[in-house]
């Protein structure tokens, strides 16, 4: 239903309908990166697609409705997989309150490293990255980023770097700073008020090209 009118609005997307998981196997095997969650839902057909996304063995980084979908059947992960939790995510994926959570975020997102693998970044006010590398806190970031499809935005920017080669700490460490750098640079553009996750692309793709030049 939504693929043609994405289409037509966003011509630099390209959009597949898929109605089940047989339709996602030949897209899967020309892809590098899956971003797992975002506006998938939790039905069975959300389910089904994501049991699919996890059997192809690909690079991945899982977030929002995924991570819903995870907890409600937890296995291990495979190494390179990154995961987006928000406090609450976090506490039904330990099966504790948000609370808990954010009263210590660093054992819960060590908690998280050491249950499931994978690496894990626990959203919020200075956001944590747990990996086999350690423990890294990025001190970047804006209340204004408290709004709707920001930690999207960030997943796709996790996607992004991995499918331009980065291993999963390093895509983890960047993507969660530039994405909150960028999120300082938009509020302080138009003030804090009324900053919208897309607001931060333009200053995302600045950023970037200070960190790794397009062209040398």
């Not at 009118?5 to 990166?33: C, I």
């Not at 069975?44 to 996890?54: I, M, P, T």
């Not at 979908?69 to 928000?86: D, F, V």
């Not at 609450?88 to 975020?105: F, H, I, K, M, N």
Request: hydrophobic share 45%; glycine share 14%; proline share 5%.
């Amino acid at each position: 239903v939504h693929a043609p009118f994405l289409g037509v609005t966003r011509p630099e997307l390209m959009v597949h309908a898929v109605e089940s998981a047989g339709e996602l196997e030949p897209l899967l095997a020309r892809a590098t990166v899956i971003v797992l969650g975002p506006g998938l839902g939790r039905d069975g057909w959300a389910r089904e697609l994501f049991e699919a996304a996890f059997t192809s063995g690909l690079l991945m980084v899982i977030d929002a409705d995924a991570l819903n979908l995870l907890a409600q059947t937890p296995r291990q992960l495979l190494p390179t997989t990154i995961l987006t939790p928000h406090a609450g995510e976090a506490a039904r994926l330990l099966d504790s309150s948000a609370e808990a959570v954010q009263g210590d975020r660093t054992a819960s997102v060590l908690a998280l490293r050491e249950g499931f693998g994978g690496t894990w970044v626990l959203k919020g006010a200075g956001s944590l990255v747990a990996s086999e590398e350690g423990l890294y806190r990025c001190s970047h970031g804006h209340p204004a980023m408290a709004s709707g499809g920001m930690g999207d935005v960030l997943s796709g920017v996790l996607g992004a770097l991995l499918a331009q080669g980065m291993s999963e700490d390093g895509a983890a460490r960047l993507g969660v700073c530039l994405h909150a750098a960028a999120g300082e640079a938009a509020a302080a553009e138009g003030g804090g008020r009324g900053v919208l996750a897309l607001d931060l692309l333009p200053h995302a793709r600045r950023l970037l090209e200070k960190v790794s030049p397009c062209l040398p």
